[in-house]
């Protein structure tokens, strides 16, 4: 909604170039709308760019680890080696539930206890080539392993800078309210197309809001019954609260998600909590007329 009181100033630049200081305001607040455009297409391009190549690499190693697993334990049960057979028989499920540090432990104990037995394994399939083929699988995964984590970093730090920008924004636009007054009446139709365009910007706050989705660290499920509860960061919630006016608060539906239809712009601080999980609290930007996705993981004790 900013960008379409920024067109409208800039097809007015001879009404504005007269008002005192004017000029310097709308550069920052141009300025702003072109960052929260750049930070907004870099957060879409990414949103999901880093948890899929490690959920692909987590498939791949499951399978390629499975693989290996079945015909080593194959060959165990030929040659009664017990030993070697609880030291590699897995299950899909086995490894897929697994967390990532585990999974990897188990991919690698596989990889070694086959290599220990390469030259029998060669009639039931596994290579030096299989091998060399989970063992490349092994490393990728390893390396991305953090990389959500940085990636959540990440994007709080670009949720901090959009809570920054949509602020200093805010109180722009407020100083340009103060000095359009001076040409209310030498420039009536400008005044009434300037309110106009403030008007639009008012009352398309709080809609589309917010979608969320909580899950599990581990099994990538979503959790239900998780309780969120919200506190706005410039205190106008907690107001609202202390008036006696009804706590914003969710529950999560049964596949860990919960919508708000109608939340006031602006950024907040959401707390997350279910028993057997770690509270968690996550920065959540709510910007006018856009709908905000916010994905969380929770961590069990």
């Known amino acids: 909604m900013e960008l379409a009181l920024r067109d409208f100033l800039n097809q007015n630049k001879a009404v504005i170039s007269s008002l005192p200081g004017f000029g310097s305001l709308f550069t920052a607040?141009?300025?702003n709308i072109d960052q929260i455009q750049v930070i907004r297409e870099k957060q879409e391009a990414d949103k999901t760019g880093i948890a899929l190549t490690k959920e692909q690499l987590r498939n791949d190693l499951v399978a390629k680890t499975t693989?290996?697993?079945?015909?080593?334990?194959?060959?165990?049960?030929?040659?009664?080696?017990?030993?070697?057979?609880?030291?590699?028989?897995?299950?899909?499920?086995?490894?897929?539930?697994?967390?990532?540090?585990?999974?990897?432990?188990?991919?690698?104990?596989?990889?070694?206890?086959?290599?220990?037995?390469?030259?029998?394994?060669?009639?039931?399939?596994?290579?030096?080539?299989?091998?060399?083929?989970?063992k490349s699988v092994i490393d990728l995964f390893f390396t991305v392993m953090p990389k959500p984590r940085l990636g959540?970093?990440?994007?709080?730090?670009?949720?901090?800078?959009?809570?920054?920008?949509?602020?200093?924004?805010?109180?722009?636009?407020?100083?340009?309210?103060?000095?359009?007054?001076?040409?209310?009446?030498?420039?009536p139709a400008f005044y009434a197309a300037y309110r106009d365009?403030?008007?639009?910007?008012?009352?398309?706050?709080?809609?589309?809001?917010?979608?969320?989705?909580?899950?599990?660290?581990?099994?990538?499920?979503?959790?239900?019954?998780?309780?969120?509860?919200?506190?706005?960061?410039?205190?106008?919630?907690?107001?609202?609260?202390?008036?006696g006016e009804k706590r914003m608060v969710k529950i999560t539906s049964q596949k860990g998600m919960f919508r708000i239809k109608h939340l006031p712009a602006g950024t907040y601080k959401a707390t997350f909590n279910k028993p057997g999980y770690q509270?968690?609290?996550?920065?959540?930007?709510?910007?006018?007329?856009?709908?905000?996705?916010?994905?969380?993981?929770?961590e069990r004790d």
């Not at 706050?205 to 706005?232: M, P």
């Not at 509270?279 to 929770?298: G, S, Y």
């Open 29 to 31: 607040f141009s300025d």
């Open 67 to 134: 693989d290996i697993s079945r015909k080593t334990a194959a060959y165990a049960k030929m040659t009664n080696n017990v030993v070697l057979m609880k030291e590699v028989h897995y299950s899909v499920s086995d490894l897929k539930m697994a967390a990532d540090v585990i999974l990897k432990d188990r991919a690698l104990l596989v990889h070694d206890k086959a290599g220990e037995h390469l030259t029998e394994l060669a009639e039931y399939g596994v290579t030096a080539e299989v091998l060399s083929a989970l």
């Open 152 to 187: 959540i970093i990440e994007k709080k730090q670009a949720t901090d800078q959009l809570a920054q920008l949509f602020t200093s924004n805010h109180a722009l636009v407020q100083k340009f309210d103060i000095l359009v007054e001076i040409v209310r009446l030498t420039q």
């Open 197 to 243: 365009n403030r008007k639009v910007i008012e009352t398309g706050k709080g809609s589309l809001a917010l979608k969320a989705v909580i899950t599990d660290s581990e099994t990538k499920a979503g959790i239900r019954g998780v309780t969120v509860s919200f506190a706005q960061q410039n205190g106008s919630l907690s107001a609202a609260i202390a008036k």
């Open 279 to 298: 509270e968690k609290v996550v920065p959540v930007t709510v910007a006018d007329n856009e709908r905000t996705e916010l994905t969380v993981e929770l």
